[in-house]
């Protein structure tokens, strides 16, 4: 098999892993644990000179996760300490200062079967270089989760160290020609970082849930905008989140993703039923969220993954919440429909980069029903149901990669599983600004 074909097989499994992608922390409700690990580097800098190099690198991992979610780590800080002896190559690119960036090598071992994957973008701010003192950069940023395929301890640790410096340009950034220095660490023993208790897992509470990124106490301006047919709709916004599994590849991941990018909001029409309510619903953005996965046979592979509401139907609406109320107890019990049409981009196996085109996508789109039992829509809860993936056409670039990305990852019985928000009504001031609801790991209560 070609490289590149067993690229693809590998982000066809990252995906697969991912369905609707990335997932937050297993140990939400689990203690974390810091890290704090002083390592010592043998780097190799531009003049062919090697220098020993302290790097001390903090950051929290969870003490606990589950087989099939993903684990993520915080927030990651490398500390590089770049002796004296080697400052006359720093000093020589001019500028009283430099930025840089780190990007720190990590094998994540699992039953004693390893993975490589990589922690990038680990940026400093600028640092003052003096002539007579070590030069300490402190790189920090976000870390990419990786999703274990089973039980067992799972444990990091750091590998290969690549460190660009120079002058910060008008922008604050490196200048064009950085100095890049290429580091391996020293002696015999890789330093592990943090170790992670991976289970089974079980049913957990709902958390508690989180405001998105806009200004606090703000409603979004796109929230209530949705074209009412009468006036007896009623406008108004909400957040969802969820979890999606997928059946052939036994794992499972977040819908909506806010450690990813801004969440996804939903405009709704709310109209009062003789029998209960009739919502209509539409995405104001198309959902997407980012992660990176590991099988432990392949490589760590990163992805994005964009999902596109359609309409239900020709000149229909593009999803719908049908609540039916029970007489004697209030109780409702709603069916939500849509249609999402998945498309997969910038897709990197092991860090490089797997062109799989423009439109790699869901040959039709997938058609998902969603079923629940809640006190009030508009107050929100929980909806499930199953649905098929289905093949994917116009995947890859002079290379046809449809076959792995059907044979892998498309079919049915997909569990889906939704918690909905408390619906904003803007003019009215009720429930706003909308809220971000934690997915809810336990089954949606059902009539």
Not at 99 to 108: E, F, M, N, R
Not at 178 to 207: F, H, K, N, Q
Not at 313 to 318: A, M, W
Request: hydrophobic share 40%; aromatic share 4%.
């Amino acid at each position: 098999m070609r490289i590149r074909a067993r690229w693809a097989l590998g982000a066809v499994t990252a995906i697969g892993l991912g369905a609707v992608v990335s997932g937050p922390l297993p140990g939400g409700t689990a203690r974390a644990q810091e890290t704090d690990a002083a390592l010592t580097y043998t780097c190799r800098f531009p003049s062919g000179t090697s220098q020993q190099v302290g790097v001390r690198v903090r950051g929290t991992f969870p003490a606990a996760g589950t087989a099939g979610e993903p684990v993520r780590p915080g927030r990651v800080t490398a500390s590089v300490t770049v002796p004296k002896a080697a400052l006359p190559e720093v000093t020589a690119l001019g500028g009283a200062s430099v930025v840089g960036t780190v990007k720190l090598g990590v094998t994540v071992t699992q039953n004693a079967k390893p993975a490589r994957t990589s922690w990038p973008g680990l940026t400093t701010a600028a640092t003052p270089v003096s002539e007579d003192a070590d030069l300490v950069l402190d790189a920090s940023g976000d870390v990419p989760p990786v999703t274990p395929a089973g039980t067992g301890d799972l444990t990091f640790t750091a590998g290969d160290l690549a460190l660009e410096i120079g002058p910060p340009d008008a922008k604050g950034h490196a200048s064009a020609k950085p100095l890049a220095v290429a580091c391996a660490p020293a002696g015999d023993r890789a330093p592990a970082l943090a170790t992670v208790r991976v289970s089974a897992g079980g049913t957990r509470a709902p958390e508690a849930a989180r405001a998105p990124k806009t200004a606090p106490g703000e409603t979004p301006p796109e929230c209530g905008t949705m074209p009412a047919p009468t006036d007896d709709w009623l406008p108004g916004c909400v957040y969802l989140s969820g979890f999606s599994n997928v059946k052939k590849l036994h794992g499972a991941a977040q819908l909506n993703d806010p450690e990813f990018a801004e969440p996804a909001l939903t405009n709704v029409l709310y109209m009062i039923t003789d029998t209960g309510a009739s919502v209509r619903q539409r995405f104001v953005t198309p959902l997407r969220s980012r992660s990176t996965f590991l099988t432990f046979d392949l490589m760590p592979t990163t992805a994005t993954m964009e999902m596109t509401q359609r309409p239900v139907g020709p000149g229909k609406d593009y999803g719908t919440f049908e609540a039916v109320s029970d007489m004697q107890t209030g109780i409702q019990s709603v069916t939500a429909h849509m249609r999402m049409s998945i498309r997969l981009f910038d897709v990197r196996v092991d860090g490089t980069p797997l062109d799989v085109g423009p439109r790699c996508r869901t040959a039709t789109d997938a058609d998902i029903t969603l079923k629940g039992t809640m006190t009030s829509i508009l107050e929100g809860g929980t909806l499930e149901g199953t649905f098929a993936i289905p093949a994917f056409r116009g995947c890859g670039a002079g290379e046809d990669l449809d076959p792995l990305f059907s044979g892998t990852v498309a079919g049915a019985g997909n569990l889906l599983r939704v918690s909905l928000g408390s619906t904003c009504i803007p003019f009215a001031e009720i429930s706003c600004p909308p809220v971000l609801p934690k997915p809810r790991h336990s089954a949606a209560p059902q009539a």
